[in-house]
């Protein structure tokens, strides 16, 4: 018994020597909404003692995590960066305080009243540790005290933490981008794969005798494309983020003979080349929303020409063109709400062209409609589901190298409605701010005016990377 209570005595002793050492004072949390997922805390820590002391992590169980921060200043950005240990050295203090070394306490896990008291373990390096009580006060704004710069801080770094998901990026098949924090740029690779079938005409296949009886010599088979999209993106402002893109494509298309001495030869045609470019702007209505405005400039070949069964060299039909030849604009709005464990969204876009271009014909207009829902498996992966719907037009105009001899150059069989389901997978690359992402769909519904190609699978992959 003597025994025990001399190693007490030793314990109190050394806890009180080392608390000496270290004094944590002036220690409050920031009081927030009662439905706020992050708040701030801050304090003095003095380090009385003759050695540096290194803080490795804080813990309390009030909250899910404690993080370090600190406030630097970055051309003329003031952003957060996490401290994964914090040295304080011998005969010294640190302060944290709002625009400097601050806590980030995130996930609250009761509420947080004002005059709350919270204790909060300080864990240094050697297994050291000190315990500190926290109280919850109301903060002023005012010279000391920057409310709104403190609170953007706060989003800044609950921004910070969702673009650590897997499931913070759309789907790879959901067209356009997202809003980055500023002076940030992004690249991204992404391919595509795309195979039709023939032949639909409403929500029914039908034969190639059918396509026959309505005076065509010729029918389309299958047809394959493949898409590399080569993108950047830049963050001009918190709110405004500039984004181009350029597709190099490539497609095949197989037909076959109907009619007359090669009735029931096959043949191949194929074009490939660079497509229109494409430059945007994506303006941030709101945490979760984004405006989207897009200009498409005819930089893909549009009189794209191959040699038909017989070996002469014609204009290939409309499916098999490169660029569309016309300026066009998108108008696109896209949402996106983040949970603790889930997350979904949904976007639209409209295409307005804007003019024919100088063969006489366009493509027709276009509107388009995706929603997803996306579940993290854990930090690196998330799993995704989702549907896409798109509604086209029939081209307008007429190429002035129109043939007569397939449906693929008839201006009218090339109006759709269609409705695609998705699976996708991202896959976040550890320590860094690299993604991969994979999705591949299918179509539930396709009514078309026809007859014409009907898809019959879809599968993009990319590669992304923010700098």
Request: with cysteine; proline share 4%; hydrophobic share 35%.
């Amino acid at each position: 018994m003597k025994n025990l209570v001399k190693i007490l005595i030793i314990i109190s002793i050394y806890s009180n020597a080392y608390a000496s050492e270290l004094v944590v004072e002036n220690s409050y949390i920031r009081m927030m909404p009662a439905n706020a997922k992050i708040t701030a805390g801050y304090f003095i820590i003095s380090n009385n003692s003759d050695e540096d002391m290194t803080l490795l992590n804080l813990k309390s169980d009030k909250f899910k995590s404690i993080e370090i921060h600190n406030t630097i200043k970055d051309g003329d950005v003031m952003k957060m960066v996490k401290q994964n240990s914090l040295v304080i050295p011998a005969k010294s203090q640190i302060e944290f305080k709002p625009m400097s070394y601050h806590l980030m306490l995130i996930g609250p896990k009761e509420d947080m009243p004002e005059n709350k008291k919270i204790n909060i373990i300080f864990e240094f390096i050697n297994d050291k540790k000190l315990s500190a009580v926290f109280l919850v006060k109301k903060m002023q704004e005012g010279k000391n005290h920057d409310h709104s710069h403190h609170k953007k801080m706060e989003h800044n770094m609950g921004m910070m933490k969702n673009m650590k998901r897997p499931d913070y990026a759309y789907p790879i098949g959901v067209k356009g981008g997202k809003n980055m924090m500023a002076k940030k740029l992004s690249f991204q690779y992404k391919y595509g794969v795309m195979e039709m079938d023939c032949c639909k005409d409403g929500t029914s296949s039908v034969t190639e005798s059918f396509i026959q009886g309505l005076g065509y010599s010729m029918t389309p088979l299958d047809m394959t494309m493949n898409m590399h999209m080569l993108s950047a993106m830049y963050a001009y402002s918190n709110k405004l983020t500039l984004m181009a893109m350029i597709p190099y494509i490539e497609k095949e298309m197989e037909m076959k003979m109907l009619t007359g001495m090669m009735a029931g030869k096959l043949h191949k045609t194929s074009s490939r080349g660079f497509g229109d470019l494409s430059i945007a702007g994506l303006y941030k209505l709101s945490n979760n929303s984004v405006l989207k405005l897009a200009l498409s400039i005819p930089t893909g070949e549009y009189d794209e020409k191959d040699h038909n069964i017989s070996g002469e060299l014609q204009t290939l039909p409309y499916p098999m063109q490169i660029g569309s030849g016309t300026y066009d604009l998108t108008f696109g709005y896209s949402f996106q709400e983040i949970y603790d464990d889930w997350s979904y969204g949904f976007q639209a876009n409209i295409l307005e062209r804007l003019d024919y271009n100088s063969k006489g014909w366009k493509y027709g207009d276009s509107r388009e409609a995706s929603a997803w829902v996306a579940k993290p498996i854990n930090n690196l992966f998330s799993v995704s589901f989702g549907l896409d719907i798109e509604h086209k037009d029939n081209i307008k105009g007429r190429s002035p190298n129109r043939m007569t001899n397939t449906p693929t150059w008839n201006e009218y069989f090339h109006s759709h409605l269609s409705v695609t389901s998705n699976i996708g997978i991202n896959f976040k690359l550890p320590n860094s701010n690299s993604r991969i992402g994979f999705q591949c769909g299918t179509p539930i519904y396709y009514d078309v005016n026809g007859p014409q190609m009907n898809p019959d699978f879809k599968c993009n992959i990319g590669f992304s990377r923010m700098m």
